[in-house]
T-cell receptor, first 113, second 111 residues
Framework: DTGVSQNPRHKITKRGQNVTFRCDPISEHNRLYWYRQTLGQGPEFLTYFQNEAQLEKSRLLSDRFSAERPKGSFSTLEIQRTEQGDSAMYLC???????????FGSGTRLTVV | AQSVSQHNHHVILSEAASLELGCNYSYGGTVNLFWYVQYPGQHLQLLLKYFSGDPLVKGIKGFEAEFIKSKFSFNLRKPSVQWSDTAEYFCAVDTGNQFYFGTGTSLTVIP
C-alpha cells in the first residue's frame, strides 16, 4: 500500500491519559499535515511539516498537543492529559509541495471517556 | 480571516437529477482550489483541483467545477447523479500557508 497510513485506526482512552498517533506519509512527499475532524464539520488544520521542520501550527494546537517528524518521514501526534473535547477523527495528509492536492490517510478516531 | 463557505449543508436528490454544490472562499491572494469527497466510512478522496488556466475543471466520476474569480466561487457540478454519489463533499482552498476546508455538504441520492 503506497498511500498514507495512520495508526491506530481507533483509540479509546480515559480522560487524563496521554495518547500518541502515528502517520506514515507517501514516501516521496515532503509535506505532512495533521487535521482534526469532528462530526458534521470539515477538517480543521492543526499543523504541518516540510521535511522535518514544523512550519506552522494552528491556534487549535494547545500546549497539550505536540507533533514531531524527526527524520522527515513519519510523524507522531501526541495529546497529553486528554479531555473529552479531544474526541475526534485525527487525519494525516501528505503532499509533494504546495498545490498538488493532498493525499489523506484513513484517520485515527479518538474517543476520550 | 480566511474561510471557505459551503452554503448547502444537506442536499437530497433523486437519481439522474443534476447537482450543483456551492463553495465560496474569502482570500485576496492566489489560491488553489479543491473538492474532496468522503464516502461513508472512508477517507477523504480528491475529486478535482484547480491551479490555473481553464477555469472549468473536470474531475473523476463525471464531476466538474468552475472557478469564477470575480465571485470567489468554485461550485461543483454533475449533470446526472447516481446513488453511489451519496457522500460528504468538502470544498478546500490552499492559500500557500494553510489548507482550509469548508464544513461540508452531505449529499443523499435516492434511487
Amino acid at each position: 500500500d503506497t498511500g498514507v497510513s495512520q495508526n491506530p485506526r481507533h483509540k479509546i482512552t480515559k480522560r487524563g491519559q496521554n495518547v500518541t498517533f502515528r502517520c506514515d506519509p507517501i514516501s516521496e512527499h515532503n509535506r505532512l499535515y495533521w487535521y482534526r475532524q469532528t462530526l458534521g464539520q470539515g477538517p480543521e488544520f492543526l499543523t504541518y511539516f516540510q521535511n522535518e521542520a514544523q512550519l506552522e501550527k494552528s491556534r487549535l494546537l494547545s500546549d497539550r498537543f505536540s507533533a514531531e517528524r524527526p527524520k522527515g518521514s513519519f510523524s507522531t501526534l501526541e495529546i497529553q492529559r486528554t479531555e473529552q473535547g479531544d474526541s475526534a477523527m485525527y487525519l494525516c495528509a501528505s503532499s509533494f509541495n504546495r498545490g498538488l492536492g493532498y493525499t489523506f490517510g484513513s484517520g485515527t478516531r479518538l474517543t476520550v471517556v | 480571516a480566511q474561510s471557505v463557505s459551503q452554503h448547502n449543508h444537506h442536499v437530497i436528490l433523486s437519481e439522474a437529477a443534476s447537482l450543483e454544490l456551492g463553495c465560496n472562499y474569502s482570500y485576496g491572494g492566489t489560491v488553489n482550489l479543491f473538492w474532496y469527497v468522503q464516502y461513508p466510512g472512508q477517507h477523504l478522496q480528491l475529486l478535482l483541483k484547480y491551479f490555473s488556466g481553464d477555469p472549468l475543471v473536470k474531475g473523476i466520476k463525471g464531476f466538474e467545477a468552475e472557478f469564477i474569480k470575480s465571485k470567489f466561487s468554485f461550485n461543483l457540478r454533475k449533470p446526472s447523479v447516481q446513488w453511489s454519489d451519496t457522500a460528504e463533499y468538502f470544498c478546500a482552498v490552499d492559500t500557500g500557508n494553510q489548507f482550509y476546508f469548508g464544513t461540508g455538504t452531505s449529499l443523499t441520492v435516492i434511487p
